[in-house]
């Protein structure tokens, strides 16, 4: 990217900075800020369903190089090789500073996540399902031009809209610019905020809004669906015709731009997301694994047991399945379909992608869990995933970095000393396993 990290934080700070938070059986609020990543680890940004900011009292010990004044004039020659009319970044910048609320939203890394059953009780509320219904009627014309234009259903459209701004209502009130700049003068991810910044003025130089109106989260995600700026520069639409892609006023624009990226990440038009089943006894969950694809028929044949008696097999059989167990096998599981992994394209987060396509049904009545949750073994916080993971790697499980994020490394080290007590292999990690290593 154009910055020079001889102009950022010293090297050591800027490895000490771990990346944005990702939870994935357990999240609380991730966002549609996450339709573009940062290597592995997406963007949780956005203010309808991230996890609630911790205040923080821990002065930040910036330590630039520079003054933000001295970075704003650097920025502005990138910006106007970039395109930017001079004009219109001095009035963009007109009355940015550095917001540190930002740097503080930037750093907080909750300690305890709330477990998934609750997280699909808020996002699955009454009230989120009548007000979502009452919207696919209200706008039942323009969803219907959608579906025949992108092949995306209208109630996973008005789904990720409840999921995302409650239906528009809680949109963030940041400036875009001034979170933006604030996050590229603190200089943790540099490539990251610096496309994000050119892209938000290149918004402005195309006149879809105006800088005062550019409102957003923290992290720099807008609009009714959340996008980041460089998501909207490839994906947003004018679908009113009024000229302008407004994705902030206009909720038609908003979710013909939603189904334009879910048809980009590989939206299947008429197929279902998945479906809930049971699982045998003598399952082999080492096959509770996104990496593990197989045809629903070759699922069936290890004995997987589809909902009504495998009905909706039929038409189904040759579709690409991966099963997802969002609390280890003690719960409800799920084959998840070429539909789920493109909401997980919007937000990498299996809570989330759940959450959408639970409340997509429960508009028409379904999306109701059969299954049980394991309610007496809460998720592990972030110390003790941490320690799980120095404790696994101390007994030859390379979990990898013990930094809380349980991705696939640490699965794998999960599975091995699971396999090792005799346990079933799911990969999901539980005080049980924590208790276990502790005492060996």
């Not at 309808?48 to 704003?72: G, H, K, N, Y």
């Not at 750093?107 to 699955?124: I, K, N």
């Not at 209502?169 to 003068?185: E, M, P, R």
């Not at 390379?398 to 699965?411: E, P, S």
Request: hydrophobic residues 40%; contains cysteine; glycine residues 8%.
């Amino acid at each position: 990217m154009p910055f020079s990290l001889s102009h950022r934080w010293p090297v050591r700070q800027l490895i000490a900075a771990t990346s944005f938070i990702l939870l994935v059986a357990c999240a609380e609020k991730p966002t549609a800020a996450d339709a573009q990543t940062l290597q592995a680890t997406p963007v949780a940004t956005a203010p309808a369903i991230i996890p609630p900011v911790v205040p923080s009292t821990d002065p930040l010990d910036l330590q630039p190089t520079q003054t933000f004044a001295e970075w704003q004039a650097s920025f502005r020659k990138d910006a106007l090789a970039a395109g930017i009319r001079p004009d219109l970044f001095d009035r963009a910048f007109a009355n940015v500073s550095f917001d540190a609320s930002v740097i503080r939203a930037d750093r907080s890394q909750p300690e305890f996540s709330r477990p998934v059953w609750e997280y699909l009780d808020g996002a699955l509320s009454p009230l989120r399902v009548r007000k979502g219904q009452a919207l696919i009627d209200q706008y039942a014309d323009v969803l219907q031009s959608i579906e025949q234009r992108y092949g995306v259903d209208r109630q996973t459209l008005v789904s990720v809209w409840g999921m995302e701004s409650n239906f528009g209502q809680v949109q963030g009130s940041k400036s875009v610019i001034n979170s933006l700049a604030t996050l590229a003068y603190e200089g943790r991810r540099p490539g990251f905020a610096h496309a994000q910044l050119i892209a938000a003025l290149q918004i402005l130089q195309q006149g879809d809004i105006t800088p005062e109106k550019m409102l957003g989260s923290w992290a720099g995600a807008m609009g009714q669906t959340q996008f980041i700026p460089t998501t909207y520069n490839t994906h947003a639409v004018d679908f009113d015709g009024d000229g302008r892609r407004d994705i902030w006023g206009s909720p038609a624009d908003a979710l013909a731009s939603t189904a334009h990226y879910l048809q980009s990440s590989g939206w299947q038009r008429g197929q279902p997301w998945g479906f809930e089943v049971q699982l045998p006894g003598d399952f082999n969950y080492t096959l509770a694994d996104g990496a593990t694809r197989k045809s629903v028929a070759e699922w069936r044949q290890l004995g997987v047991i589809l909902p009504n008696s495998g009905q909706v097999a039929a038409g189904s059989d040759q579709l690409s399945a991966a099963l997802l167990l969002p609390a280890g096998y003690r719960g409800p599981a799920f084959l998840i379909l070429d539909n789920f992994r493109a909401i997980l394209k919007y937000n990498n987060s299996s809570s989330y992608a759940l959450a959408v396509s639970l409340l997509s049904e429960r508009f028409n009545g379904g999306g109701l869990i059969s299954g049980s949750w394991p309610k007496d073994d809460l998720p592990l916080s972030r110390t003790e995933r941490m320690e799980l993971q120095t404790l696994l790697s101390a007994r030859n499980y390379d979990a990898g970095t013990a930094d809380g994020i349980i991705g696939a490394n640490t699965r794998k080290a999960i599975r091995s000393a699971q396999q090792s007590l005799g346990w079933p292999a799911d990969g999901y990690p539980t005080h049980k396993l924590l208790e276990s290593l502790r005492t060996q």
